[in-house]
């Protein structure tokens, strides 16, 4: 037990009109529980009732009772589950321990019709019964989110390392700039040394050197609006032509993504009709499998407290006929073994039936996501189409607004140069020359810094998002092995779980010693398999059993040449399996054991003490003669009242 027993609380079952019990209550210690009498006294009933309490439906109402009722008081927890007639068959209510009872009835609860158990005896899919549990709808979801999350972040880091790597480029142009702004101010420091040198010549009043100063600081200032209204011009020229290329790119896009008229509300329609129909056929299934395992084993006169009262010995008689276990009648056993065989064919029916609707599941699923990202993919296009049209017009309109501004613009500049050329000083044509050289300079000076500033801003924020890619890379890297993990958890719960019985099997083989049984164990392997028109691969469970002979040699067996007692085993083994991979003591610390009377007593004992290292609470129902072979140590229970 992963837990000292000590430190666990007592279970209290209280019981009310469950199978054949009108009233009982018993107290439960941690550790292994031992219920123990003579057939008919309610003790699979009172298993019944523990598991109706811990949240399983698979509970019967006293036949004469239209109402029951189970409590269980864990330590301070108590927890209550409700039984009533209705409409032909039973309503379950109440507060119980578990809200979903699928793995425990799988896998803790094994009474005689446990499905764990018969699935080994009867051949069926093994692989089907420890997967069941795995919500792959689930899986799949988080797969496509985690793929799309670490598409995301690859186009990141893709921008980033493009972003690096474009730096030298940037580092390039910044040093050209600042040697041609360096150029630029030397020259310009040359000009106006050479127009202080011609003004200290010049005699002219002080207020004719303030007005062609005015003058030219007017046509400087005209000219470098012009400038910006140039550059905004060439700006909104690259930026109609960027558009451009985009929609072109877009509409194409929208061509290939034409002819997408399937409807994924509709396929989602149909999926959720197959997936509704595959849990009929899973339920009727099990539920033909349970009548076909139980009714075999009434007719083979092996089953024991049916309903608590019957003795199936006396329902078989020796004229060929038997008395009906449903009804009373007499019927001929010759008709019941053929109603067998019709639920056979029926059965074998329903699960190639299954096959193909899990087959289409996965076709429509596949289909309907490749829709959907097709419609996902037009919209977004689409979207983008109409934002790149309205950029394109208000682009368009800004051109023509700009060139209207610079033609005007232009008008204004020649009409201050042509005041200011009217200007009359000596050295007029030298010293207007030499303003016009300044005041370019000047532009190009301010264009240059403009540039400069640009150029650091953009580096700076490319280095800043640059030291992001550690960080990105490490989430897009998380998401990765989260990617990784989820395709690979089907796998891994699969190799788990054939590990899991394997060892186990092997270890309670040597436990039990069986004469010239040697080995019985699951090989998993891949085969190709035709469900509907697709050829599919799945994975199967081949269970292997070896045998030797006297003189020592070794030779493989089949599963239905076991005896009675192993077959018993090896069911219940695998049910461990199942409980071990599913880690089902975290959710229902309890295993329920009944119908061990294939097994011999000194079996039985090694069974119970093998099984009481992994649960917390066991629970099994036995005959005196085999309880009489446990340990001493355990809590024995021979009155439910």
Same mark, same amino acid.
């Given at each position: ?23 009982? &209550? ?54 209550? @589950?409700? *039984? ?41 899919? *093994?692989? /089907? ?80 050197? @303030? ?81 076909? $395992? ?45 109603? *067998? ?9 329903? *699960? ?10 996965? /076709? ?63 050295? #007029? ?5 030499? #303003? ?13 810094? $403009? ?13 800043? &998002? ?17 990617? &990784? ?61 070896? @045998? ?12 239905? #040449?076991?005896? /009675? $007692? ?47 290292? #992994? ?27």
């Amino acid at each position: 037990m992963s837990t000292d027993a000590v430190s666990l609380p007592r279970t209290r079952v209280e019981v009310h009109n469950i199978g054949g019990i009108d009233e009982a &209550a018993v107290t439960l210690p941690p550790g292994v529980s031992v219920l123990t009498g003579r057939n008919a006294t309610n003790r699979t009933s009172f298993l019944q009732a523990v598991m109706a309490g811990l949240g399983s439906e698979r509970a019967s109402l006293k036949g004469d009772a239209d109402e029951g009722a189970v409590t269980l008081e864990i330590g301070d927890e108590t927890y209550t @589950r409700t *039984l009533k007639r209705s409409g032909g068959g039973i309503a379950f209510g109440g507060d119980p321990y578990l809200e979903d009872p699928e793995l425990a009835d799988l896998f803790a609860f094994l009474l005689e019709n446990n499905e764990a158990r018969r699935a080994v005896a009867r051949g069926d899919d *093994l692989r /089907e019964i420890i997967m069941r549990p795995i919500d792959t709808e689930r899986i799949e979801a988080e797969i496509e989110a985690c793929k799309r999350e670490r598409d995301e972040l690859e186009a990141e880091i893709d921008e980033l390392d493009e972003l690096k790597q474009e730096l030298p480029e940037l580092e390039t142009e910044r040093k050209e700039i600042e040697a041609e702004l360096s150029a630029a101010r030397e020259e310009l420091e040359a000009k106006r040394a050479a127009l202080e040198e011609l003004d200290a010549g010049v005699e002219e009043s002080r207020s004719q050197k @303030r007005e062609l100063e005015e003058a030219f600081q007017r046509v400087r200032d005209a000219r470098s609006d012009l400038k910006d209204l140039e550059f905004d011009l060439e700006t909104e020229r690259s930026t109609i032509e960027r558009l451009e290329t985009e929609r072109e790119e877009l509409e194409s896009t929208l061509e290939e993504t034409e002819g997408t008229t399937d409807d994924a509300d509709e396929l989602a329609g149909r999926i959720d009709e197959l997936r509704e129909r595959k849990r009929s056929l899973d339920r009727t299934v099990n539920e033909l499998g349970s009548v076909i $395992s139980f009714n075999q084993e009434m007719l083979e006169g092996e089953a024991i407290e049916l309903g608590e009262t019957a003795d199936p010995t006396e329902a078989l008689l020796d004229d060929g006929q038997a008395t009906c276990w449903t009804c009373g009648s007499t019927v001929q056993t010759d008709q019941i073994e053929d109603t *067998l065989d019709r639920l056979r064919d029926l059965r074998s029916e329903k *699960l190639d039936e299954r096959s193909e609707v899990r087959s289409e599941i996965d /076709e429509l699923t596949e289909r309907r996501s490749s829709i959907r990202e097709r419609r996902s993919k037009r919209e977004r296009t689409e979207r983008r189409l109409r934002e790149v049209t309205s950029d394109l017009e208000t682009a368009r309109d800004r051109v023509s607004e700009l060139e209207t501004e610079i033609a005007d613009q232009r008008s204004t500049v020649e009409e201050y140069e042509s005041t200011a050329e009217e200007i009359e000083i000596d050295n #007029h044509d030298e010293a207007l020359e030499l #303003h016009r050289e300044i005041n370019e300079i000047e532009l190009r000076i301010d264009r240059l810094e $403009s540039q400069l500033a640009d150029i650091k801003d953009e580096v700076a924020e490319r280095e800043a &998002a640059i030291e992001t890619r550690d960080e990105v890379a490490a989430e897009r890297d998380k998401i990765s092995d989260r990617l &990784a993990d989820l395709r690979t958890r089907v796998d891994r719960i699969e190799e788990e779980a054939v590990d899991e019985f394997n060892e186990h099997m092997s270890t309670v083989l040597d436990i039990l010693a069986y004469d010239n049984l040697d080995r019985i164990w699951i090989e998993r392997r891949e085969t190709d398999v035709r469900e509907g028109r697709r050829k599919v691969t799945r994975t199967r469970f081949d269970l292997h059993v070896v @045998r030797s002979t006297t003189d020592g040699s070794a030779y493989e067996d089949r599963i239905d #040449h076991l005896s /009675e $007692s192993e077959r018993e085993v090896t069911g219940l083994v695998f049910a461990l399996a199942g409980y071990l991979v599913h880690d089902v003591a975290e959710t229902v610390p309890f295993i329920l054991l009944d119908s061990l009377e294939a097994i011999d007593s000194d079996r039985i004992a090694r069974v119970v003490g093998y099984f009481r290292d #992994h649960t917390e609470y066991l629970i099994t129902a036995l005959l005196p003669e085999d309880a009489a072979a446990l340990s001493d140590e355990y809590e024995y229970v021979t009155d439910i009242n």
